[in-house]
């Protein structure tokens, strides 16, 4: 004889056929509604077959340091369900708290694929404490998962760099700024700076950097430093002209070029990659 539980299962289905048929317009009525299952009283129910203490030992002894070790500690700590687990992020944990968040299921659709649902119940949306040694298990697996998506961001972006067509886009990219700059910049300056911070030692430092680019300013603008007092006074003459035809015509030419174009693609491109790898 059938189950129970097979017996509601022809029913629900005999039902949802019906249905079908009434939106067809076949039938008028679902002779199946006014069915009303009982169970039998003699039914023995079927005894769920669960893993002892001691074999749960055995089994965690032979995955200890295997990739499984976490998904079978999960398991045992909390009997999520099978779907529950495989829906579970990073963020659902709560590190300092030590407890998981359930609230999305996996099941198997059509070909194969993977679809993700809410839990099947209002009441499997839920909280699970877990074991000190479970959590563990999880900040370990965490870092690991954090170093694994730095190394692949590092990795894309050496590719991405060390590509000839990028190269060729990043230097047209240089030489146009290059070009830019050049207009931009003042033809002639002339001038005093004095500056100076509380720190003498500051102000050394600055003054040092500042030293570098002396071939460019040294001809025509005396830089003074203070090192006594917090000060800065500039008395400064500039002059030039910004041409904005010349702007837009170096602009158009770095849009129009197909190294150019090519980089934005490659560019695009990679932070597609990078967005599916934080999937």
């Not at 407890?99 to 299921?105: G, I």
């Not at 209002?122 to 000190?132: D, E, G, Q, T």
């Not at 025509?220 to 008395?235: C, G, H, K, Y």
């Amino acid at each position: 004889p059938l189950s129970f539980r097979t017996v509601q299962d022809v029913k629900r289905l005999m039902s949802v056929v019906l249905n079908t048929a009434i939106g067809c317009g076949y039938i008028t009525e679902n002779v199946n509604d006014g069915v009303k299952l009982r169970r039998p009283a003699n039914e023995v129910t079927k005894k769920k077959d669960i893993y002892t203490k001691e074999e749960m030992a055995i089994i965690l002894k032979h995955v200890k340091g295997t990739d499984v070790e976490l998904l079978i500690m999960l398991a045992y700590d909390s009997a999520m369900r099978r779907g529950e687990l495989c829906g579970l992020k990073f963020s659902d944990f709560c590190m300092e708290e030590g407890y998981v968040n359930v609230s999305r299921n996996v099941t198997q659709g059509i070909d194969s694929e993977c679809v993700v649902t809410s839990p099947k119940t209002k009441n499997s949306v839920r909280k699970i404490y877990l074991s000190a040694e479970t959590m563990e298990l999880v900040k370990k697996a965490h870092l690991e998962y954090k170093k694994q998506k730095l190394q692949t961001k590092v990795n894309l972006v050496k590719a991405f760099i060390q590509n000839e067509e990028n190269i060729k886009g990043i230097k047209k990219i240089f030489r146009s700024i290059k070009k830019i700059l050049k207009r931009l910049l003042p033809k002639k300056i002339k001038g005093h700076v004095m500056f100076g911070v509380n720190d003498p030692c500051t102000t050394g430092q600055a003054l040092g950097v500042l030293a570098m680019f002396y071939p460019y300013y040294g001809k025509s603008l005396v830089i003074e430093p203070d090192f006594t007092n917090q000060a800065l006074v500039a008395d400064v003459y500039l002059k030039g002209y910004i041409q904005i035809v010349t702007l837009c015509i170096i602009a158009i030419k770095l849009i129009i070029d197909a190294n150019f174009r090519k980089l934005i693609k490659n560019f695009k491109r990679l932070r597609e990659e990078d967005k599916n790898g934080r999937k």
